[in-house]
């Protein structure tokens, strides 16, 4: 009996949800399908590395899921960042609309072109970026000209906007694409944490020109490390699949290259993994959707936390579950009795405009962004038995 309890009937409750476990982490994989027989056939074939027939069966599969035209798997999330940034032309000085709370990859694959990210504040609801700050900024600072939009404070050019569907709720996606076409910005989604969540009925990830998924090791589903590309430009798509794999001209024995490319394919090791755990990814997202069920009705009662709910329009994969508390000080007690009790529980990313990387890059005033991460923490919200 530790001194502070004033948790504990939560924390009881979690245990509840996840029985005969000493230590219930945040997010745990789940391997119950074709994992193993796919990974054995994998290594049966010998083709192990970025060729092989699961790297293809994985591409086509993201395309059923996702209704994008084509995808291109990649090494990991931020890498798949990395290429849909570049394909749709984000060069070096140019900047990116991004918002202040995303995990670190999003400002990282920005950084990698060479560009700058500009952080915006989130919107309360969703947790992604807000569509009305991102008019407003663009309303102060941008300037609409031959070569697209320039932002009036730095004389550079605003080359891409890229939302994120924060812990797998959707962001108000339609309206962001509707501001970005007006201001002839490229919209990249980082679906990272969304695949499986859909937004009146489309996928996210499939709004804009490009869309990146991730399948690290704590996502939804997972291949240990992956990413995934979609797109519905052919050209976009080709050139991706192409600079993914060191820009080699096509030929049965010649090595030509034709760019500075990248060894960024997803090796058909994992793509065998990634296989399996995408034929259960409908069941799991239904599973998490359970959880999230028995979450709200149980924090319905609760005075002082707020349960986040996915919006009317939204149907999320309810990736990490997400709690606020009253204030900062809460938000550490709950988090120090939580972990110290053997239910994982973690606080939302520290805002990137803070870290030393990013503090001279522009941003808005972030309120939501500070309120939010003074308040919020995740809960356990692995696929259940
Ligand atoms: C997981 C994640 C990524 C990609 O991560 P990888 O580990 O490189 O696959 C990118 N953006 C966000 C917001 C993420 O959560």
Not at 50 to 72: C, D, H, L, P, W
Not at 170 to 189: F, G, H, K, Q, Y
Not at 207 to 213: E, H, I, K, M, R
Request: charged share 20%; glycine share 8%; with cysteine.
């Amino acid at each position: 009996m530790g001194q502070s309890s004033k948790f504990s009937h939560i924390i009881d409750f979690i245990k509840t949800l996840y029985p005969g476990q000493d230590f219930i982490p945040l997010h745990e994989p789940r391997f119950t399908g074709n994992e193993k027989k796919y990974v054995a056939d994998a290594i049966d074939s010998t083709f192990v590395s970025s060729v092989g027939a699961y790297v293809n069966r994985f591409e086509e599969m993201m395309q059923e899921i996702t209704g994008a035209k084509y995808a291109v798997a990649t090494v990991n999330g931020t890498a798949a960042l990395h290429m849909a940034l570049l394909v749709a032309g984000v060069k070096q000085g140019d900047e990116v609309l991004t918002q202040d709370l995303s995990f670190i990859a999003t400002a990282n694959a920005i950084s990698y072109i060479g560009a700058k990210p500009v952080f915006l504040d989130i919107d309360r609801k969703n947790l992604g970026l807000s569509a009305d700050v991102l008019q407003a900024f663009l309303d102060e600072w941008g300037q609409k000209g031959a070569e697209g939009t320039i932002n009036k404070k730095t004389g550079n050019r605003i080359a891409a906007c890229v939302p994120m569907h924060s812990f797998g709720f959707p962001c108000e996606i339609d309206r962001i694409a509707a501001v970005c076409s007006e201001w002839n910005i490229p919209l990249i989604e980082d679906a990272a944490e969304s695949l499986g969540s859909y937004y009146k009925g489309k996928h996210t990830g499939t709004f804009g020109l490009l869309g990146t998924y991730s399948f690290n090791g704590n996502k939804t589903v997972t291949c240990g490390g992956g990413g995934a590309i979609v797109t519905n430009n052919e050209q976009l798509a080709k050139l991706a699949k192409h600079l993914t794999t060191q820009a080699k001209v096509p030929h049965a024995w010649e090595f030509n290259h034709d760019y500075i490319g990248y060894n960024y394919r997803m090796p058909n090791l994992n793509a065998a993994l990634a296989c399996a755990q995408l034929e259960q990814l409908a069941g799991f997202v239904e599973n998490k959707r359970k959880l999230a069920a028995t979450y709200k009705a149980f924090f319905q009662d609760i005075a002082g936390i707020a349960y986040c709910e996915e919006a009317k329009e939204a149907k999320a994969n309810y990736w990490l579950n997400v709690l606020l508390l009253d204030n900062r000080e809460e938000r550490d007690a709950f988090l120090a009795e939580a972990n110290n009790n053997g239910v994982m529980s973690r606080p939302a990313w520290t805002l990137m405009h803070k870290l030393p990387m990013f503090r001279d890059c522009q941003h808005d005033s972030v309120a939501v962004s500070q309120w939010v991460e003074d308040r919020l923490v995740n809960i356990p919200s692995s696929v259940r038995v």
